[in-house]
């Protein structure tokens, strides 16, 4: 593999797998990586024939944060143009109009936590490990940590988490609710691929709606999010989906979604 590619792309059926490929450094993010990272995200955007996206890390960890020995000489400016430079990326991810899934195994820290973060969904390996640990460099999460993992499990979770800088273990991120399954290492594809393949059932044009009035919701009050809501359910009713969904369920049949 070129040094050009610390990530990978690989297609398999309707499935794009995104893989770190830094395993000599845990899979360490730098803007390097970032950059190819929005590359591959470009250009998912607009594929159709994609319907889910896992995001995984080659070798012992998923990601171990962000490179630090590339961040050791940033000056102030420059430490806060990479923030907004890797919170863009992690936002475009989020902002994917397919489900994406995190497979974490090994160490998500730092920015490989707020990378994980920034899917749908996680699913851990067991023994895997989580952290925001920046503290312990006198720093704070940059790539959206302290924004998203509030969000994800409440303030007083978020807050331990990211003051402490300890680590917690994949059975304490899923009873904190971070992830949704954790499952034997083995295992770790095979379950992203059958949480994928459920997807798949599903009408993509009503799961795109439900990340866009979760998501965009979060950012409003309740009544702006329930107006919210109500407009993209109208929205709903002029696509073909919604038909054939209605109609296979009133004809008692399994639908057949094109995504239209």
């Known amino acids: 593999m070129s040094e050009q590619q610390m990530v990978q792309l690989k297609m398999e059926g309707p499935v794009a797998i995104l893989t770190l490929n830094r395993a000599k450094q845990l899979n360490a993010l730098n803007r390097q990586v970032l950059t190819e990272l929005k590359e591959h995200l470009d250009a998912l955007q607009t594929q159709k024939d994609v319907r889910t996206v896992l995001v995984t890390g080659d070798g012992r960890a998923f990601a171990a944060g962000a490179d630090i020995s590339q961040m050791n000489n940033l000056t102030p400016n420059e430490a806060q143009e990479f923030a907004q430079f890797g919170q863009s990326v992690f936002s ?43 503290v312990t460099l006198g720093i704070l999460p940059g790539f959206g940590g302290s924004q998203r993992l509030p969000r994800i499990v409440g303030q007083g979770r978020a807050l331990h988490i990211m003051l402490s800088g300890e680590m917690i273990d994949a059975e304490q991120a899923l009873s904190y609710g971070l992830v949704t399954a954790v499952v034997p290492p083995e295992q770790l594809l095979s379950a992203g691929f059958e949480y994928a393949d459920k997807l798949h059932k599903l009408g993509p044009v009503a799961l795109q709606m439900v990340k866009r ?13 329930l107006a919210l809501e109500a407009a993209l359910f109208g929205s709903c009713f002029t696509t073909a989906d919604r038909e054939e969904g209605m109609t296979a369920f009133l004809e008692r049949r399994k639908p057949s979604f094109t995504g239209r």
């Open 92 to 134: 475009q991810l989020e902002a994917l109009p397919q489900p994406t899934i995190a497979l974490v195994q090994g160490y998500a820290l730092g920015g490989g936590m707020e990378l994980a973060m920034a899917c749908d969904v996680r699913i851990a390996a067991q023994g895997a490990k989580f952290g925001q640990p920046e």
């Open 213 to 225: 009035a979760v998501y965009e919701g979060a950012e409003t009050d309740i009544q702006r999010g």
